[in-house]
């Protein structure tokens, strides 16, 4: 089956969007699919690259033209609406060859769907975010959780975001992409239940299922290699350092251990990262991915303390590949992901004295945490590549029946 398909980065820019959509891709292509990428160039990138046996097309847009939609010029984020540029380029791409699907991950989608029409390729869709019905993607007003898209809050949550002259801009230009993709899209794929809940898929009209994020077959440590010392390693965070990250409670949390680890942060520093540190903590910054699994295995457990509706972490399955517990925040996707008691500890988010209370339990008894790792271990193969590719090929087949 020849598949294309679209996300609006792609490495080496890092994220765990981008993440998935290179393994996915890679996963595919191993299973014996011709499979194209089609990104947006983010530097003098633009063309047509080979990433193993997948072709990557970094296409330039049009809203690039305009610098001040971004607040991070390394970032150009797909939009809400269709891009002439960005439309374009994938038109060529559809019509000089045949794809069986094309398949999209969040707003980019919208400049595919006129050339997918005209060129009669079924379309399929990965909501990674909440951006099929919020302008912010997050689902939040403020610190909480939002009951629901409402315009004044709409307006207001994106004013907040993108400025008061773009945010009503980008609210009204999702509303009218959210109604053409509804009309366009063959199937909905969102990466957690609580993702098709809060995008309104369930109950409705629209085709969709669930299939989560994975991690690479390859990534999975040996359980023999599980050594009993490592519950004394550091507790880790993996993720932007930012306050939808919960960082705030998670050092909140820390200064309440009575018997602390050192504590590692690895990821972006955001603009509002807190400015003032517990002592034991240490701020890695941006790391490779393949140092990142090494200061995963070396962990005595992963915090993933989000105050936000995480989609669907894929720090969370990196860590339970890695052999360690987890403790979270019960929200989000994260419940999908994590069996409270079993593989790992949920909390409430926000919560900094259950958050330290979880942490503490795990320093204090290494015998629980081995445990929890290595019934994350044994869970998390039902994430790997190998299980969730052939869930995507089902529905390739699904809305391109005849294809091979």
Known sequence: MRVLMLSQFYPPVTGGQERHVR????????????????????????????DGEVAVHRLRTTAQRMPRLYTESGRPHALPIADPELRAGIGRLLTG???????????????????????????????????????????MRGDF??????PVACVRCASAQYGPVVGPGVVLANVAGRRARRAKVATFIPVSATVAARTSLVGGSDHYEVIPNFVPDAILVDPASLDDGQCGGPILFVGDVTRDKGVD????????????????????????????????????????PGEVLTHMRRAGMVVVPSIVLDACPTVV????????PVVASSSGGITDLVEDGETGILVPPGDAVALARAMESLIDDPAMARTMGRKGLERVRLFTASAVAARVEGLYRQVAPTSG
């Open 145 to 150: 959780v939002c009951p629901g898209p409402a």
């Open 23 to 50: 393994d996915l891709a890679q996963a595919l292509a191993t299973r014996g699919h011709e499979v194209e990428v089609a990104t947006i160039a983010t530097g003098g990138d633009d063309g047509t690259t080979l």
């Open 249 to 288: 409670v998670l050092f909140d949390a820390y200064r309440r251990l009575s018997n602390s680890s050192r504590l590692v942060l690895v990821g972006r520093l955001l603009p509002d990262a807190p400015v003032e540190r517990p002592s034991g903590v240490e701020v890695l910054g941006l790391t490779p």
């Open 317 to 324: 399955l990196e860590a339970m590949a890695a052999g360690r």
């Open 97 to 139: 060859r045949r794809f069986d699907v094309a398949h999209a991950h969040d707003w980019i989608v919208n400049s595919l769907l006129g050339p997918a029409r005209r060129t009669h390729t079924p379309v399929l869709l990965t909501q990674h975010d909440y951006s099929h019905v919020c302008a912010t993607k997050r689902m």
